[in-house]
């Protein structure tokens, strides 16, 4: 059983920083690619960031270039998201999501139906 669960968010002011976590279970996170989203009230998900299977590639949602990091530990199998100068715009769930296939293209990266298997997300909160 597949199982993703984060961590790492809370209540933050405007201009700070968080680090959000992923650990996986169930599956090696190594063999597949996997991206972080973001759900507010009455809106649907938003891609954030993704990053490939061993890390090289990175793909980032343009709201967030420059503030966001994605990174992953594949010996912990975990991603993580560092997020800094963070916006009262930037509340929201967010949620971590790991492909379905080990193989994704690039421009498919931003897209949710490429992920298969979702944790329950973690609350970020900016406060301005």
């Known amino acids: 059983q597949v199982e993703l669960v984060e961590s790492g968010g809370g209540l933050v002011q405007a201009g700070g920083s968080l680090k959000l976590s992923c650990v996986v279970s169930?599956?090696?996170?190594?063999?597949?690619?996997m991206a972080w989203f973001r759900q507010t009230p009455g809106k649907e998900r938003e891609f954030i960031a993704a990053?490939?299977?061993?890390?090289?590639?990175?793909l980032y949602e343009d709201s967030v270039k420059g503030r966001f990091t994605i990174s992953r530990d594949n010996t912990k199998n975990t991603v993580y998201l560092q997020m800094d100068n963070l916006k009262p715009e930037d509340t929201a769930r967010y949620y971590c999501a790991q492909s379905g296939a080990q193989v994704v293209n690039a421009d498919d990266l931003r897209l949710e139906r490429k992920y298969t298997y979702w944790g329950q997300g973690t609350q970020v909160t900016v406060a301005s």
């Open positions: 169930g599956r090696t996170a190594s063999l597949y690619p």
């Open positions: 990053i490939s299977r061993n890390g090289v590639l990175k």
